[in-house]
């Protein structure tokens, strides 16, 4: 990852901010590059220097990470630029001249650190940190010697806090994977037992159905035929849902029992959207169109319950001043399509303690996903609000 990333606008309610904060970081770096490249001409100085660093430095940080070639790892592109910068200054210290060296080439290094210690491989991390924080102590050495800005000590100072930050933002890294991890694993889970409840409803039918058709086969053969067509329908239904999700029930048990919210489905959402709206909420409609059938499969239901659900409770986290929420259902014979759409500005939030650790969004695109649908989210067309979309593959199921 690079120091772009620190920038970077992930979909949210904050991606326009994150957005901003990612365009300055990026003029500012141009800017302090430009500005050695300025002064260093000053008083006939050879830009040489910058014109050997600058360049590789800006391409290691600023390089589209979808266009990167394989081998322009975050090792690469933070040893690379390092061990250049050394060099030069190795160079220009033993020929006895003086190169300045501006504040360009410094926030380039001190971003390269950051980034070597947060992101490279735990065994290239140390390496890339040395050569990055080397890199950084010998700036100074470019100035003639007895030069009074000759400062190691606040190099090495500026240093240890960037890998310190580096090493900080790192832990946070690992945690946020680790709970992300989690969450996905507890989702699976909830699946794997949704999908118990219902297959297990049918084999109970399946074999209540197996009893009575025992007894029909002497006395009342029209009616076994019927019951064995109910039998078959029955164990379809099951097999198809168990294909789809059996996969997760693979993940290694987890030790005692874990409580489980019951998963709704699409008979329940009137009742959940109406919940929401409340006598003092935002008014909240669901619009559900008359080519949603009501035998859809079971996970596509749940599924689709969990998707209004989590972003009616976003709507509630991160814009409070929604005035108006609208739940959609449409089908098109193959899928069935989820949309939530608010028309908040996000400018009226819960306190942070109260808007949860926002892994919620996590858990649906596993589930979305698992099942071979897709998830978006963003703000809508009209800019008006914020909106969710799920597309979910389904079969109506034969009644």
Same mark, same amino acid.
């Given at each position: 990852?690079?120091?772009?990333?620190?920038?970077?606008?992930?979909?949210?309610?904050?991606?326009?901010?994150?957005?901003?904060?990612?365009?300055?970081?990026?003029?500012?770096?141009?800017?302090?590059?430009?500005?050695? $490249? /300025?002064? !260093?001409?000053? *008083?006939?100085?050879? =830009? +040489?220097?910058?014109?050997?660093?600058?360049?590789? &430095?800006? #391409?290691?940080?600023?390089?589209?990470?979808?266009?990167?070639?394989?081998?322009?790892?975050?090792?690469?592109?933070?040893?690379?630029?390092?061990?250049?910068?050394?060099?030069?200054?190795?160079?220009?210290?033993?020929?006895?001249?003086?190169?300045?060296?501006?504040?360009?080439?410094?926030?380039?290094?001190?971003?390269? $650190? /950051?980034? !070597?210690?947060? *992101?490279?491989?735990? =065994? +290239?991390?140390?390496?890339?940190?040395?050569?990055? &924080?080397? #890199?950084?102590?010998?700036?100074?050495?470019?100035?003639?010697?007895?030069?009074?800005?000759?400062?190691?000590?606040?190099?090495?100072?500026?240093?240890?806090?960037?890998?310190?930050?580096?090493?900080?933002?790192?832990?946070?890294?690992?945690?946020?994977?680790?709970?992300?991890?989690?969450?996905?694993?507890?989702?699976? $889970?909830?699946? !794997?037992?949704?999908?118990?409840?219902?297959?297990?409803?049918?084999?109970?039918?399946?074999?209540?159905?197996?009893?009575?058709?025992?007894?029909?086969?002497?006395?009342?053969?029209?009616?076994?035929?019927?019951?064995?067509?109910?039998?078959?329908?029955?164990?379809?239904?099951?097999?198809?849902?168990?294909?789809?999700?059996?996969?997760?029930?693979?993940?290694?048990?987890?030790?005692?029992?874990?409580?489980?919210?019951?998963?709704?489905?699409?008979? !329940?959402?009137?009742?959940?959207?109406?919940?929401?709206?409340?006598?003092?909420?935002?008014?909240?409609?669901?619009?559900?169109?008359?080519?949603?059938?009501?035998?859809?499969?079971?996970?596509?239901?749940?599924?689709?319950?969990?998707?209004?659900?989590?972003?009616?409770?976003?709507?509630?986290?991160?814009?409070?001043?929604?005035?108006?929420?609208?739940?959609?259902?449409?089908?098109?014979?193959?899928?069935?399509?989820?949309?939530?759409?608010?028309?908040?500005?996000?400018?009226?939030?819960?306190?942070?303690?109260?808007?949860?650790?926002?892994?919620?969004?996590?858990?649906?695109?596993?589930?979305?996903?698992?099942?071979?649908?897709?998830?978006?989210?963003?703000?809508?067309?009209?800019?008006?609000?914020?909106?969710?979309?799920?597309?979910?593959?389904?079969?109506?199921?034969?009644?």
């Amino acid at each position: 990852m690079s120091i772009v990333r620190a920038f970077g606008a992930p979909p949210g309610p904050d991606g326009p901010r994150l957005g901003l904060l990612r365009a300055f970081g990026i003029v500012f770096l141009l800017l302090a590059a430009g500005s050695d $490249l /300025l002064f !260093a001409g000053v *008083d006939g100085g050879s =830009r +040489w220097p910058q014109l050997v660093v600058l360049p590789i &430095g800006l #391409a290691a940080l600023l390089w589209p990470a979808a266009r990167r070639p394989a081998w322009f790892t975050v090792a690469v592109r933070t040893a690379v630029p390092a061990v250049l910068s050394g060099a030069v200054t190795a160079a220009v210290f033993l020929s006895g001249r003086e190169a300045l060296s501006g504040p360009g080439e410094l926030a380039i290094l001190v971003c390269l $650190l /950051l980034i !070597a210690v947060r *992101d490279c491989p735990v =065994r +290239w991390a140390a390496v890339c940190g040395v050569l990055d &924080g080397a #890199a950084i102590l010998a700036l100074p050495y470019r100035q003639a010697p007895g030069d009074s800005s000759v400062n190691p000590f606040g190099m090495l100072a500026l240093a240890g806090v960037v890998a310190g930050l580096g090493g900080y933002l790192r832990a946070l890294d690992h945690r946020r994977r680790a709970v992300v991890t989690e969450t996905q694993r507890a989702e699976r $889970l909830a699946m !794997a037992a949704d999908l118990h409840d219902f297959v297990a409803h049918h084999v109970t039918g399946i074999l209540v159905q197996s009893q009575v058709a025992q007894h029909l086969a002497m006395s009342d053969p029209e009616r076994l035929g019927r019951i064995l067509k109910d039998v078959e329908r029955s164990a379809t239904e099951a097999l198809v849902s168990m294909r789809r999700t059996v996969g997760l029930m693979r993940e290694v048990p987890v030790a005692g029992d874990t409580d489980r919210n019951p998963t709704g489905d699409l008979a !329940a959402l009137p009742e959940l959207v109406d919940g929401f709206g409340g006598p003092v909420g935002p008014k909240a409609a669901l619009r559900r169109d008359p080519s949603v059938p009501d035998e859809l499969p079971h996970e596509v239901q749940a599924a689709a319950y969990r998707v209004a659900q989590e972003a009616l409770t976003n709507v509630r986290r991160h814009a409070a001043d929604a005035t108006e929420v609208t739940v959609g259902l449409a089908y098109d014979g193959r899928a069935l399509e989820v949309t939530v759409r608010d028309d908040g500005r996000g400018g009226t939030r819960l306190p942070p303690a109260a808007r949860g650790g926002g892994f919620g969004l996590v858990g649906l695109t596993e589930r979305v996903t698992a099942l071979g649908g897709e998830l978006r989210t963003g703000p809508r067309s009209d800019r008006k609000g914020w909106e969710v979309t799920a597309i979910l593959p389904a079969e109506s199921v034969s009644p």
